[in-house]
């Protein structure tokens, strides 16, 4: 995460990063896109599922809170869900949500079932943008070197929700640089 609240060129950024490695056309899409993941992930794999890994409400941090654009110390839901086919894993991905902006389905479907979070916002017709602020290539550690059973360095984006121009939800998205290339 960074603090940084510029709009992201995601071509020149995406190009920056092939100085360093190669990166295949899905790659790019799964960095690039402003609609759901989830979606992409079911057209390449077939309808893909999510494993929660942890999830709490927690109080926001001064860094969570400038990110989420609330005051520090609100209730937020904090998630880490691996996006996954058949057990093999494809995307990690963590989330911040202030909880002041969820409505109770959304917060119910959300605590209480594997459910990708692009899924949610379809069921209840949530219109909502996507603003990406990062992508990046980062070492690969070990709880995910693990989890994914490699040991590639990670392509990684995060990005905002924005719904009635508030912070819905903050998402980071990772996955190892030799997955998905073509």
């Known amino acids: ?38 979606t992409i992930l079911d057209v390449l794999n077939g309808k893909i599922a999510i494993k929660t890994l942890a999830q709490e409400f927690k109080k926001a941090d001064s860094k969570i809170a400038e ?12 998630r880490v869900v691996l996006m996954h086919k058949d057990d093999k894993p494809l995307i990690h ?19 209480s079932a594997d459910i990708p979070i692009g899924r949610i916002l379809r069921k209840y017709n949530i219109e ?38 508030e912070v819905l939800i903050w998402i980071k998205e990772t996955f190892p640089l030799d997955y998905f290339k073509d």
């Open 67 to 78: 990110f989420l654009n609330i005051e520090e110390g609100e209730d937020i839901n904090y």
């Open 1 to 38: 995460m960074n603090g940084r609240e510029v709009d992201v060129n995601i071509l020149t950024e995406i190009k920056k990063l092939e100085k360093n490695s190669e990166l295949s056309n899905t790659q790019k899409i799964l960095l690039a896109t402003d609609g759901s993941v989830t």
């Open 128 to 165: 909502s943008r996507r603003e990406i602020r990062n992508v990046a290539i980062e070492p690969n550690n070990d709880e995910l070197k693990e989890l994914f059973n490699s040991d590639a360095n990670l392509l990684t984006r995060d990005y905002k929700i924005i719904r009635k121009n």
């Open 93 to 111: 991905a963590i989330s911040f949500i202030p909880l002041k902006r969820l409505d109770e389905n959304f917060k119910k479907d959300l605590i």
